[in-house]
């Protein structure tokens, strides 16, 4: 049973910063990617960070600006997402994915991925 848990959201005036965790357990994947999504009521989920079993980090999305790190953790399964500068339209609830088949570093939804429940960050 694959489950990923997330931590490190919170609440955070704009500028401020927070590092995400996440942990994943049951995979047993010796290729893969884990990645961080967010999403924001009414919206669509949208990706953040991304990187490969290998340690390649996918590239970051236009709006992350140069403010979000995404690295490995020295467990095998795990990352950690350092996100500065951060500005209210940051506000969302972070996700993390881990998955077999991958796009671009990101997994692609289906039957190989595995998602987190989710972890609140409020900026203000």
């Known amino acids: 049973h694959v489950q990923l848990v997330e931590s490190g959201g919170g609440s955070v005036q704009a500028g401020g910063s927070l590092r995400l965790s996440c942990a994943a357990s049951g995979y047993t994947y010796s290729s893969y990617c884990m990645a961080w999504f967010r999403q924001e009521p009414g919206k669509e989920r949208e990706r953040v960070a991304g990187?490969?079993?290998?340690?390649?980090?996918?590239m970051y999305p236009d709006f992350v600006e140069g403010r979000f790190v995404i690295s490995p953790g020295d467990a095998q399964n795990t990352v950690f997402l350092q996100m500065d500068s951060l500005k209210p339209e940051d506000t969302a609830v972070y996700y993390c994915?881990?998955?077999?088949?991958?796009?671009?570093?990101?997994?692609?939804?289906?039957?190989?991925?595995?998602w987190g429940q989710g972890t609140q960050v409020t900026v203000s």
């Open positions: 994915a881990a998955g077999r088949s991958c796009r671009a570093g990101y997994p692609v939804e289906g039957p190989n991925s595995y």
């Open positions: 990187i490969w079993s290998n340690g390649v980090i996918a």
